[in-house]
Protein backbone atom coordinates (compact mmCIF):
# COMPACT_ATOMS: atom_id res chain seq x y z
CA UNK A 1 0.00 0.00 0.00
CA UNK A 2 1.58 3.38 -0.65
CA UNK A 3 1.56 6.18 0.99
CA UNK A 4 -1.96 7.52 2.04
CA UNK A 5 -3.07 11.13 0.42
CA UNK A 6 -5.21 14.02 1.19
CA UNK A 7 -8.25 13.85 -0.92
CA UNK A 8 -10.69 16.28 0.68
CA UNK A 9 -11.05 18.67 3.45
CA UNK A 10 -14.33 19.67 4.56
CA UNK A 11 -15.11 22.79 7.73
CA UNK A 12 -18.65 23.06 8.84
CA UNK A 13 -19.50 25.59 11.12
CA UNK A 14 -21.86 24.31 14.30
CA UNK A 15 -23.29 26.35 16.95
CA UNK A 16 -23.97 24.80 20.52
CA UNK A 17 -25.88 25.69 23.01
CA UNK A 18 -24.17 26.95 26.38
CA UNK A 19 -25.38 25.90 29.72
CA UNK A 20 -26.14 29.67 30.85
CA UNK A 21 -24.57 33.00 29.65
CA UNK A 22 -20.45 33.24 30.20
CA UNK A 23 -19.82 36.37 30.82
CA UNK A 24 -15.98 37.57 29.85
CA UNK A 25 -14.70 41.05 29.87
CA UNK A 26 -15.26 41.65 26.13
CA UNK A 27 -18.44 39.55 25.38
CA UNK A 28 -21.13 37.01 26.64
CA UNK A 29 -20.90 33.66 25.57
CA UNK A 30 -24.65 32.36 25.29
CA UNK A 31 -23.88 29.99 22.65
CA UNK A 32 -20.31 28.67 21.04
CA UNK A 33 -19.63 28.45 17.88
CA UNK A 34 -16.85 26.14 16.46
CA UNK A 35 -15.59 25.52 12.92
CA UNK A 36 -14.95 21.68 12.24
CA UNK A 37 -12.72 20.50 10.36
CA UNK A 38 -12.93 16.85 8.43
CA UNK A 39 -9.28 16.07 6.49
CA UNK A 40 -10.71 12.87 4.34
CA UNK A 41 -7.81 10.68 3.33
CA UNK A 42 -7.27 8.56 0.13
CA UNK A 43 -7.28 5.47 2.80
CA UNK A 44 -10.38 6.25 3.88
CA UNK A 45 -9.09 7.38 7.16
CA UNK A 46 -10.54 10.74 8.10
CA UNK A 47 -9.17 13.09 10.62
CA UNK A 48 -10.80 16.04 12.39
CA UNK A 49 -10.02 19.05 14.16
CA UNK A 50 -11.77 22.48 15.68
CA UNK A 51 -11.06 25.95 15.17
CA UNK A 52 -13.18 28.25 17.96
CA UNK A 53 -12.79 31.52 19.37
CA UNK A 54 -14.82 33.47 21.80
CA UNK A 55 -17.53 36.35 21.07
CA UNK A 56 -17.10 36.05 16.84
CA UNK A 57 -14.00 38.71 16.67
CA UNK A 58 -13.95 39.97 20.30
CA UNK A 59 -11.12 38.36 21.57
CA UNK A 60 -9.02 36.48 18.65
CA UNK A 61 -8.53 37.90 15.32
CA UNK A 62 -10.04 35.07 13.01
CA UNK A 63 -14.12 34.75 12.92
CA UNK A 64 -16.01 31.43 12.84
CA UNK A 65 -16.98 32.58 9.78
CA UNK A 66 -13.48 33.75 8.24
CA UNK A 67 -11.68 30.41 9.38
CA UNK A 68 -14.45 28.59 7.24
CA UNK A 69 -13.72 30.42 4.12
CA UNK A 70 -9.72 30.47 4.72
CA UNK A 71 -10.17 27.16 4.69
CA UNK A 72 -12.13 26.13 1.82
CA UNK A 73 -10.47 28.99 -0.10
CA UNK A 74 -6.74 28.78 0.89
CA UNK A 75 -6.01 25.99 2.69
CA UNK A 76 -7.72 22.86 1.15
CA UNK A 77 -6.56 23.50 -2.69
CA UNK A 78 -3.04 23.93 -1.14
CA UNK A 79 -3.26 20.63 1.17
CA UNK A 80 -5.13 18.13 -1.61
CA UNK A 81 -3.14 15.72 -3.09
CA UNK A 82 -0.23 16.20 -0.41
CA UNK A 83 1.02 13.30 1.46
CA UNK A 84 -0.77 12.85 4.74
CA UNK A 85 1.26 11.70 7.13
CA UNK A 86 3.80 13.98 8.34
CA UNK A 87 2.19 17.24 10.28
CA UNK A 88 5.48 18.77 10.27
CA UNK A 89 5.73 19.15 6.52
CA UNK A 90 1.82 19.77 5.93
CA UNK A 91 2.48 23.11 8.35
CA UNK A 92 5.36 23.89 6.79
CA UNK A 93 4.10 23.98 3.44
CA UNK A 94 0.76 25.89 4.74
CA UNK A 95 2.90 28.64 6.97
CA UNK A 96 5.21 28.83 3.98
CA UNK A 97 1.60 29.92 2.08
CA UNK A 98 -0.65 31.24 4.51
CA UNK A 99 0.21 34.19 6.84
CA UNK A 100 -0.68 34.05 10.44
CA UNK A 101 -4.42 32.41 10.63
CA UNK A 102 -3.28 30.16 13.63
CA UNK A 103 -6.29 28.98 14.89
CA UNK A 104 -6.84 27.72 11.16
CA UNK A 105 -3.27 26.40 11.31
CA UNK A 106 -4.15 24.20 14.76
CA UNK A 107 -7.35 22.75 13.40
CA UNK A 108 -5.91 21.41 10.43
CA UNK A 109 -2.90 20.55 12.25
CA UNK A 110 -4.99 18.30 14.58
CA UNK A 111 -6.46 16.81 12.19
CA UNK A 112 -3.28 15.66 10.04
CA UNK A 113 -2.10 14.18 14.18
CA UNK A 114 -5.81 12.77 14.67
CA UNK A 115 -5.80 11.30 10.37
CA UNK A 116 -2.28 9.91 11.58
CA UNK A 117 -2.81 8.27 14.75
CA UNK A 118 -5.36 6.22 13.76
CA UNK A 119 -3.38 4.72 10.94
CA UNK A 120 -0.34 3.76 13.23
CA UNK A 121 -3.52 2.66 16.01
CA UNK A 122 -1.65 5.14 18.34
CA UNK A 123 -2.84 8.38 20.53
CA UNK A 124 -1.69 11.73 19.45
CA UNK A 125 0.42 12.22 22.71
CA UNK A 126 2.31 8.99 21.54
CA UNK A 127 3.16 10.66 18.16
CA UNK A 128 4.34 13.66 20.32
CA UNK A 129 7.02 11.69 22.07
CA UNK A 130 4.15 9.95 24.45
CA UNK A 131 2.06 10.74 27.48
CA UNK A 132 2.84 11.59 30.97
CA UNK A 133 -0.50 11.49 32.79
CA UNK A 134 -3.84 9.87 31.04
CA UNK A 135 -5.84 12.51 33.35
CA UNK A 136 -5.42 16.11 33.81
CA UNK A 137 -6.56 18.76 36.74
CA UNK A 138 -9.60 20.89 35.54
CA UNK A 139 -10.82 23.93 37.12
CA UNK A 140 -14.01 25.18 36.45
CA UNK A 141 -14.70 29.03 35.34
CA UNK A 142 -17.41 31.34 37.57
CA UNK A 143 -18.63 33.39 35.12
CA UNK A 144 -22.83 33.73 35.67
CA UNK A 145 -21.79 37.90 36.64
CA UNK A 146 -23.80 37.38 39.55
CA UNK A 147 -21.69 36.53 43.41
CA UNK A 148 -24.32 34.90 44.98
CA UNK A 149 -24.91 32.34 41.69
CA UNK A 150 -21.11 31.84 41.53
CA UNK A 151 -20.53 30.75 45.25
CA UNK A 152 -23.65 28.37 44.43
CA UNK A 153 -22.30 27.33 41.67
CA UNK A 154 -19.04 26.17 43.05
CA UNK A 155 -20.66 24.66 45.90
CA UNK A 156 -22.66 22.37 44.02
CA UNK A 157 -19.32 21.49 41.64
CA UNK A 158 -17.23 20.72 45.37
CA UNK A 159 -19.71 18.75 46.70
CA UNK A 160 -20.08 16.94 43.97
CA UNK A 161 -16.36 16.55 43.49
CA UNK A 162 -15.76 17.36 39.67
CA UNK A 163 -13.78 20.51 40.88
CA UNK A 164 -11.90 22.20 43.40
CA UNK A 165 -10.45 25.23 41.55
CA UNK A 166 -11.78 28.17 40.54
CA UNK A 167 -11.15 31.12 37.82
CA UNK A 168 -13.29 34.31 38.36
CA UNK A 169 -13.54 36.63 34.99
CA UNK A 170 -13.29 40.19 35.66
CA UNK A 171 -13.09 43.01 34.27
CA UNK A 172 -16.64 43.99 32.77
CA UNK A 173 -17.17 46.36 36.14
CA UNK A 174 -15.29 49.01 38.19
CA UNK A 175 -12.34 47.29 39.25
CA UNK A 176 -14.15 48.10 43.21
CA UNK A 177 -17.08 46.27 42.01
CA UNK A 178 -14.73 43.02 40.84
CA UNK A 179 -12.41 42.96 43.51
CA UNK A 180 -15.67 43.27 45.87
CA UNK A 181 -16.89 39.92 44.16
CA UNK A 182 -14.06 38.28 44.07
CA UNK A 183 -13.26 38.24 47.29
CA UNK A 184 -16.49 37.88 48.78
CA UNK A 185 -15.91 34.38 46.45
CA UNK A 186 -12.65 33.68 48.20
CA UNK A 187 -13.47 34.31 51.32
CA UNK A 188 -16.50 32.13 51.04
CA UNK A 189 -14.83 29.06 49.44
CA UNK A 190 -12.15 29.11 52.08
CA UNK A 191 -8.46 28.87 52.06
CA UNK A 192 -8.52 24.70 50.73
CA UNK A 193 -9.87 25.95 47.25
CA UNK A 194 -7.74 27.82 44.69
CA UNK A 195 -9.33 30.92 43.20
CA UNK A 196 -7.62 32.50 40.54
CA UNK A 197 -8.69 35.69 38.55
CA UNK A 198 -8.75 36.55 34.68
CA UNK A 199 -8.91 40.29 33.68
CA UNK A 200 -8.58 39.56 30.13
CA UNK A 201 -6.51 42.39 29.73
CA UNK A 202 -9.57 45.32 30.96
CA UNK A 203 -6.70 47.24 33.13
CA UNK A 204 -4.30 49.89 33.13
CA UNK A 205 -1.06 48.95 34.16
CA UNK A 206 -1.93 51.52 37.10
CA UNK A 207 -5.14 49.78 38.00
CA UNK A 208 -3.62 46.85 37.60
CA UNK A 209 -1.10 47.83 40.07
CA UNK A 210 -3.45 48.76 42.87
CA UNK A 211 -5.93 46.20 42.06
CA UNK A 212 -3.53 42.99 42.04
CA UNK A 213 -2.67 44.35 45.65
CA UNK A 214 -6.86 44.03 46.70
CA UNK A 215 -6.55 40.83 45.01
CA UNK A 216 -3.62 39.23 46.51
CA UNK A 217 -4.17 40.67 50.30
CA UNK A 218 -7.80 39.16 49.69
CA UNK A 219 -5.91 35.46 49.04
CA UNK A 220 -6.17 34.90 45.55
CA UNK A 221 -3.51 32.27 44.17
CA UNK A 222 -3.38 33.56 41.07
CA UNK A 223 -3.71 36.50 38.04
CA UNK A 224 -4.04 36.37 34.46
CA UNK A 225 -3.32 38.73 32.00
CA UNK A 226 -4.25 41.91 33.68
CA UNK A 227 -3.22 44.34 31.01
CA UNK A 228 -3.54 44.32 27.40
CA UNK A 229 -1.50 41.99 25.45
CA UNK A 230 1.05 44.15 24.03
CA UNK A 231 2.07 45.90 26.87
CA UNK A 232 5.36 43.10 27.51
CA UNK A 233 7.37 44.93 29.22
CA UNK A 234 4.29 46.09 31.64
CA UNK A 235 3.38 42.27 32.70
CA UNK A 236 7.61 41.84 33.53
CA UNK A 237 6.89 44.99 35.72
CA UNK A 238 3.71 43.40 37.51
CA UNK A 239 5.49 39.75 37.88
CA UNK A 240 8.14 41.61 39.82
CA UNK A 241 6.61 43.29 41.82
CA UNK A 242 3.69 41.08 43.16
CA UNK A 243 4.53 37.75 45.42
CA UNK A 244 0.99 36.44 43.77
CA UNK A 245 2.31 35.15 40.29
CA UNK A 246 1.13 36.60 37.49
CA UNK A 247 -0.07 34.72 33.90
CA UNK A 248 0.54 35.58 30.75
CA UNK A 249 -2.38 34.28 28.37
CA UNK A 250 -3.23 36.39 25.28
CA UNK A 251 0.82 38.09 25.49
CA UNK A 252 1.96 34.80 25.37
CA UNK A 253 0.52 33.76 21.65
CA UNK A 254 3.09 32.31 19.45
CA UNK A 255 6.04 30.29 20.04
CA UNK A 256 8.15 34.35 19.30
CA UNK A 257 6.03 35.95 21.83
CA UNK A 258 6.69 33.00 24.59
CA UNK A 259 10.61 33.92 23.87
CA UNK A 260 10.01 37.40 24.50
CA UNK A 261 8.45 37.50 27.25
CA UNK A 262 10.80 34.85 28.67
CA UNK A 263 13.74 37.01 28.02
CA UNK A 264 11.33 40.29 29.68
CA UNK A 265 10.45 37.96 32.56
CA UNK A 266 6.73 38.73 31.38
CA UNK A 267 4.71 36.60 33.65
CA UNK A 268 5.73 33.65 36.40
CA UNK A 269 3.16 31.37 33.84
CA UNK A 270 2.26 30.79 30.68
CA UNK A 271 -1.26 30.18 29.73
CA UNK A 272 -0.90 27.21 26.54
CA UNK A 273 -3.57 27.42 23.78
CA UNK A 274 -3.34 25.09 20.80
CA UNK A 275 -5.47 28.40 18.95
CA UNK A 276 -3.21 30.99 19.66
CA UNK A 277 0.02 28.99 18.70
CA UNK A 278 -1.07 27.45 15.37
CA UNK A 279 -0.85 23.67 16.67
CA UNK A 280 0.14 20.87 19.35
CA UNK A 281 3.67 20.66 17.51
CA UNK A 282 3.86 24.82 18.92
CA UNK A 283 2.77 24.11 22.29
CA UNK A 284 5.90 21.58 23.32
CA UNK A 285 7.99 24.48 21.63
CA UNK A 286 6.70 26.85 23.77
CA UNK A 287 6.74 24.62 26.93
CA UNK A 288 10.50 24.16 25.80
CA UNK A 289 11.35 27.82 26.36
CA UNK A 290 9.01 28.05 29.86
CA UNK A 291 11.22 24.69 31.21
CA UNK A 292 14.32 27.05 29.80
CA UNK A 293 13.26 29.85 31.84
CA UNK A 294 11.92 28.30 34.56
CA UNK A 295 8.37 29.55 34.06
CA UNK A 296 5.53 27.72 35.20
CA UNK A 297 2.78 26.26 32.65
CA UNK A 298 -1.27 25.99 32.75
CA UNK A 299 -3.16 24.36 30.03
CA UNK A 300 -5.81 26.69 28.69
CA UNK A 301 -8.85 26.87 26.83
CA UNK A 302 -10.76 28.72 23.95
CA UNK A 303 -13.43 27.06 25.49
CA UNK A 304 -13.55 24.05 22.35
CA UNK A 305 -15.90 21.73 22.04
CA UNK A 306 -14.90 17.84 22.68
CA UNK A 307 -12.53 17.69 19.62
CA UNK A 308 -10.64 20.96 20.23
CA UNK A 309 -10.11 20.27 24.21
CA UNK A 310 -9.21 16.48 23.14
CA UNK A 311 -6.74 17.98 21.29
CA UNK A 312 -5.48 20.09 23.68
CA UNK A 313 -5.56 17.54 26.52
CA UNK A 314 -3.62 14.91 24.15
CA UNK A 315 -0.28 17.42 23.83
CA UNK A 316 -0.60 19.11 26.98
CA UNK A 317 -0.55 15.55 28.57
CA UNK A 318 3.09 15.46 27.00
CA UNK A 319 4.41 18.34 29.82
CA UNK A 320 6.70 18.10 32.43
CA UNK A 321 5.61 21.89 33.56
CA UNK A 322 1.63 21.77 33.92
CA UNK A 323 2.10 23.24 37.25
CA UNK A 324 -1.05 25.14 37.38
CA UNK A 325 -3.02 22.07 35.41
CA UNK A 326 -5.76 22.94 32.94
CA UNK A 327 -9.06 24.82 32.25
CA UNK A 328 -10.31 22.25 29.91
CA UNK A 329 -13.57 22.27 30.43
CA UNK A 330 -15.10 23.49 27.19
CA UNK A 331 -17.10 20.57 26.50
CA UNK A 332 -18.64 21.05 30.23
CA UNK A 333 -20.34 24.80 29.21
CA UNK A 334 -22.30 22.68 26.37
CA UNK A 335 -25.82 21.49 26.88
CA UNK A 336 -24.92 18.76 23.76
CA UNK A 337 -22.13 17.91 21.87
CA UNK A 338 -21.11 16.21 18.20
CA UNK A 339 -18.73 13.34 18.98
CA UNK A 340 -20.77 9.95 19.77
CA UNK A 341 -18.93 9.32 23.06
CA UNK A 342 -18.56 12.30 25.32
CA UNK A 343 -15.35 12.92 27.41
CA UNK A 344 -15.46 11.98 31.33
CA UNK A 345 -15.13 14.18 34.08
CA UNK A 346 -14.48 13.35 37.50
CA UNK A 347 -12.20 14.16 41.34
CA UNK A 348 -11.31 17.09 39.51
CA UNK A 349 -9.89 15.90 36.38
CA UNK A 350 -10.41 15.22 33.00
CA UNK A 351 -9.72 11.25 31.48
CA UNK A 352 -7.87 11.91 28.15
CA UNK A 353 -9.47 9.26 25.72
CA UNK A 354 -7.03 6.86 24.77
CA UNK A 355 -8.13 5.17 21.50
CA UNK A 356 -6.40 5.82 18.31
CA UNK A 357 -5.81 9.26 17.19
CA UNK A 358 -7.88 11.59 19.31
CA UNK A 359 -9.93 8.87 20.22
CA UNK A 360 -12.97 10.20 18.89
CA UNK A 361 -16.11 9.64 16.69
CA UNK A 362 -18.35 12.33 15.45
CA UNK A 363 -21.73 11.80 15.62
CA UNK A 364 -23.25 13.11 12.43
CA UNK A 365 -26.67 13.24 13.32
CA UNK A 366 -25.88 15.58 15.58
CA UNK A 367 -23.73 17.59 13.19
CA UNK A 368 -26.35 17.97 11.62
CA UNK A 369 -28.80 19.23 13.77
CA UNK A 370 -26.39 21.94 15.30
CA UNK A 371 -24.83 22.40 11.46
CA UNK A 372 -25.37 26.33 10.79
CA UNK A 373 -27.94 26.27 7.76
C1 LIG B 1 -9.47 33.07 28.66
O1 LIG B 1 -9.05 34.17 28.38
O2 LIG B 1 -8.84 32.46 29.49
C2 LIG B 1 -10.82 30.39 29.24
C3 LIG B 1 -11.64 30.03 30.26
C4 LIG B 1 -12.72 30.92 30.27
O3 LIG B 1 -13.67 30.94 31.03
O4 LIG B 1 -12.53 31.83 29.30
C5 LIG B 1 -11.44 31.45 28.50
C6 LIG B 1 -10.68 32.56 27.95
MG1 LIG C 1 -7.41 34.07 29.86
Request: charged share 20%; proline share 4%.
Amino acid sequence: MGEAFIERIEAVIVDLPTIRPHLLSMAVMRKQTMVIVRLFCSDGIEGLGEATTIGGLSYGDESPEGMKLTIDTYVAPLLQGKPAGSANALMALLNYHIQGNYFVKSALETAVLDAQGKRLGVPVAALLGGAITQTLPVLWTLASGDTTKDIQEAQNLISSGRHHTFKLKIGRNAPKTDIAHVSAIKATLGSDIKVTVDVNQAWSEGVAKQGIAQLQEAGIDLIEQPIIKSNFEGLARLTHYFRVPIMADEAAGTVADAFKLAKLGGGSVFALKIAKSGGLINIQKQAAIALGAGISLYGGTMLEGTIGTVASAQVFSTLPNLDWGTELFGPLLLTDDIVKKRVTYANGGLEIPQGPGLGLELDLNQVEKYKRK
